[in-house]
């Protein structure tokens, strides 16, 4: 079962807006379109109506989009002011989000290729080097806890994941600092 995310207090911290960010990025859409779309590649989000019309709203005033001809319905276009927030988003949440409890750092992840190769690869071996910290904690615990697995199987769980995950994001900074790895322009 999943738990939603908590209830923002400020629409713009708000989990759809780095997503609809990232759609904009792409091309101008109305409001309609970003609900179709944000239900298409992010599901586990669970975009409601309301509340994407809500947030171009709040992400209108805020001068992060404007309107885009006269279309009717009228979509929207991501501003300058926008594109850097959307930026400076992809790396607070790929910092700061927990990866295990919190969907935004999924998201950021998934708009990794919109920031310079050299700074998604400091971000993602600076993350790595956290979850190996991790794994070195919990793996530390379970070798003083001398009680059995079954006892402590979902830390066995998490040790695990914590151990691929690091692997995982090294490998794909060493793999983008290559260049085997290019975001798509």
């Given at each position: 079962?999943?738990?939603?995310d908590p209830?923002?207090?400020?629409a713009?911290?708000?989990?759809?807006?780095?997503?609809?960010?990232?759609?904009?990025?792409?091309?101008?859409?109305?409001?309609?379109a970003?609900l179709?779309?944000?239900?298409?590649?992010?599901?586990?989000?669970?975009?409601?109506?309301?509340?994407?019309?809500?947030?171009v709203?709040?992400?209108?005033?805020?001068?992060?989009?404007?309107?885009?001809?006269?279309?009717?319905?009228?979509?929207?276009?991501?501003?300058?002011?926008?594109?850097?927030?959307?930026?400076?988003?992809?790396?607070?949440?790929?910092?700061?989000?927990?990866?295990?409890?919190?969907?935004?750092?999924?998201i950021?992840?998934?708009?990794?290729?919109?920031?310079?190769?050299?700074?998604?690869?400091?971000?993602l071996?600076d993350?790595?080097?956290?979850?190996?910290?991790?794994?070195?904690?919990?793996?530390?615990?379970?070798?003083?806890?001398?009680?059995?697995?079954?006892?402590?199987?979902?830390?066995?769980?998490?040790?695990?994941?914590?151990e691929?995950?690091?692997?995982?994001?090294?490998?794909?900074?060493?793999?983008?600092?290559?260049?085997?790895?290019?975001?798509?322009?």
């Open positions: 079962m999943r738990y939603p209830v923002p207090t400020n713009l911290d708000n989990p759809l807006v780095l997503p609809m960010l990232g759609l904009l990025v792409e091309t101008p859409r109305h409001q309609y970003l179709r779309e944000l239900r298409t590649r992010y599901p586990f989000l669970n975009p409601k109506t309301s509340t994407v019309y809500t947030l709203g709040t992400l209108t005033r805020n001068g992060l989009v404007e309107p885009d001809g006269d279309g009717d319905p009228q979509p929207v276009r991501l501003t300058e002011a926008g594109l850097a927030d959307f930026r400076e988003r992809i790396e607070r949440q790929l910092r700061d989000a927990d990866p295990n409890l919190d969907s935004r750092f999924l950021a992840l998934a708009y990794l290729g919109a920031l310079p190769p050299e700074r998604a690869v400091t971000l071996r993350r790595a080097e956290r979850v190996r910290d991790q794994h070195h904690e919990l793996s530390a615990t379970l070798n003083n806890a001398a009680l059995p697995e079954m006892h402590m199987i979902e830390v066995h769980f998490l040790v695990s994941r914590l691929h995950d690091a692997a995982w994001l090294a490998r794909t900074a060493a793999r983008i600092e290559s260049g085997d790895l290019v975001p798509p322009r």
